[in-house]
């Protein structure tokens, strides 16, 4: 090491102290956030035993966003000791922060953005050699991360950011192995003054100067600090809330009326008046996701009876296998009571409307119990243009038909599992052109998993196209549980015993996958691990059929004796 490191001048940076690798974690891109369109690596996972470090990165990391593709940004590294000030400045989110969260890819037990420098070359394990580039520029998917829409700013305002690697030289490592510093090159200019100077002195050209001339930085920083020199302070508004607003508002519940024995109607309204509210109309099929229950760890969807999102109506049946979200909403939540509401995205193409063809259209429900819920609006909607549509209602008893004063009598027929009356899905489907000349049938359905089933059965077989069927799955339909199987975890060799009365999600979180979720219902994408070899019975509509042939959603697809997998 040069003579630097002996100065005695208080300008320089202190010598960080001898360190090793306490964890190494890699990560796929995922549907990330429950929200349409988003996408991320950063839920990464522990990985044991010697990991290829090269140019591009560890062995089996992917990332997602063009810049961290860089060779510059081939590895993250965070202090784990942020974590605990984290849950001291955020307590409610006291349980997101834990070694992991913020993607990182190493962290060791020393190392920080105050004794760091930019351009240190350190080793790691026995051949690796990397670099420090700059650290990092939190984004707004973070704020999606710790579902607080302020994340990114404070991590920027705070510094606790974590840093960048480009590798000069590749090698093996694995935890365990020591970190050593082997070349500082500019002692002072540790990252934490660089952060001060970017988003607190911000208009300290001369530094910003000295910055881009830094050797080590990374590209992207070089064309920031450039720019910031030619242009002045450049708009961090997209960086830091990006096109994806935070989606979560608080609602009121101001309404809560029996309808059937088992079925409640609930009415939310906005809890602040001046809530912004994006797109306050819902689009066809709507849906809302809730965030409720202790420490908020429930997220569930229902289906939008009718309103927008200024007073909206859900029809919500108390399940007796609820895993906590109609149970808690019949038992325990009252008039007056808060939560926070996400507008839902469907994953699932749209159906043809009568309006996108030119050809007369027939149009079929077939629903079960609260699934009724899922198609009002629809129904709504042909009436007003007088379509062609017919409906069937399965319900244990007709005193449990709700929102029958919703849905047409003429049109409406009811299968009463009490009178013997049951609905026969594969009877009441024609085929796809059955309905005369020039026709098209479109088939919807909404119900419990038994009904989903026999409807998708039964369009297969006749031929139905995607564009011609439709189904939902909010609710309690689809729970992960079945027939048991083994999982076998790809890069550590590890089977999981996945039982009868659990998902794969489950499974996966309780081993310490730390498995994104969302929907729990198949419905967002946002659990799919990929599936490296074995058979698979998929349920949940967020995957396309190309997808299905490598991919599955832990949260309710189920494996056939032993599957091998990558998360």
């Not at 009121?252 to 609930?266: D, S």
């Amino acid at each position: 090491m040069g003579s630097q490191f002996s100065g005695s001048d208080l300008d320089l940076a202190p010598l960080p102290p001898k360190d090793f690798i306490a964890s190494l974690r890699t990560g796929k891109i995922r549907p990330f956030g429950g929200v349409k369109g988003l996408s991320s690596a950063i839920n990464k996972q522990p990985r044991q035993g010697k990991i290829r470090l090269t140019a591009g990165g560890l062995e089996g990391d992917e990332r997602q966003y063009i810049n961290h593709n860089s060779p510059d940004n081939a590895i993250h590294q965070y202090d784990p000791r942020h974590y605990e000030e984290w849950k001291n400045i955020l307590p409610e989110r006291a349980h997101k922060f834990k070694v992991g969260a913020f993607g990182e890819n190493i962290s060791s037990a020393h190392l920080s953005e105050a004794n760091l420098c930019l351009g240190d070359k350190f080793r790691l394990g026995p051949d690796a050699i990397v670099q420090v580039t700059m650290l990092r520029q939190p984004c707004y998917k973070l704020n999606h991360r710790f579902e607080y829409k302020k994340m990114s700013r404070l991590i920027q305002s705070t510094g606790f950011t974590g840093w960048y690697y480009r590798v000069l030289r590749g090698g093996d490592v694995q935890e365990g192995d020591p970190i050593e510093l082997i070349e500082r090159i500019n002692p002072r200019w540790p990252l934490l003054r660089i952060h001060s100077i970017l988003y607190t002195d911000s208009n300290n050209m001369e530094a910003i100067e000295e910055i881009s001339k830094l050797e080590g930085l990374s590209r992207e920083f070089l064309n920031l600090t450039r720019n910031r020199l030619s242009k002045g302070i450049e708009n961090m508004n997209q960086r830091l809330l990006g096109n994806f607003a935070v989606p979560w508002h608080l609602y009121k519940l101001v309404e809560k009326t029996r309808l059937t024995p088992r079925v409640q109607k609930f009415i939310f309204e906005p809890e602040e008046s001046n809530t912004d509210v994006k797109d306050l109309n819902f689009g066809r099929f709507p849906h809302v996701r809730l965030r409720f229950g202790p420490d908020s760890k429930f997220t569930r969807a229902y289906s939008v009876v009718s309103g927008d999102m200024r007073s909206f109506e859900l029809g919500i049946a108390k399940d007796d296998d609820s895993r906590g979200g109609s149970l808690y909403l019949h038992d325990d939540f009252k008039i007056g009571d808060i939560l926070e509401v996400a507008k839902g995205h469907t994953a699932v193409i749209p159906i043809i409307t009568s309006d996108q063809i030119d050809t007369p259209t027939r149009h079929i429900f077939i629903l079960g119990g609260i699934g009724v819920t899922a198609f009002i609006g629809e129904i709504r909607a042909l009436e007003k243009i007088s379509a062609d549509f017919e409906i069937h209602y399965a319900v244990r008893s007709k005193k449990e038909a709700a929102y029958l004063d919703h849905l047409p009598a003429s049109r409406t027929t009811i299968y009463a599992k009490s009178e013997g009356k049951r609905l026969d899905a594969a009877a009441l489907i024609p085929s796809p052109d059955d309905c005369g000349d020039n026709c098209k049938t479109l088939v919807y359905c909404c119900g419990p998993s038994s009904l989903l089933a026999a409807c998708r059965d039964a369009t297969t077989k006749l031929g139905y196209p995607r564009s011609q069927t439709h189904f939902e799955e909010f609710g309690g339909a689809g729970t992960g549980t079945g027939d048991p199987f083994e999982a076998e975890i790809k890069n550590t060799g590890e089977v999981l015993q996945v039982p009868r009365e659990k998902s794969l999600l489950d499974i996966l979180n309780e081993a310490g996958f730390e498995i994104e979720s969302s929907c729990l219902v198949g419905n967002c994408g946002t659990c799919m691990v990929d599936v490296c070899k074995g058979k698979v019975v998929h349920q949940g509509v967020a995957l396309e059929d190309e997808q299905k042939e490598s991919s599955m959603l832990a949260c309710v697809s189920r494996g056939k004796g032993r599957i091998v997998i990558d998360c």
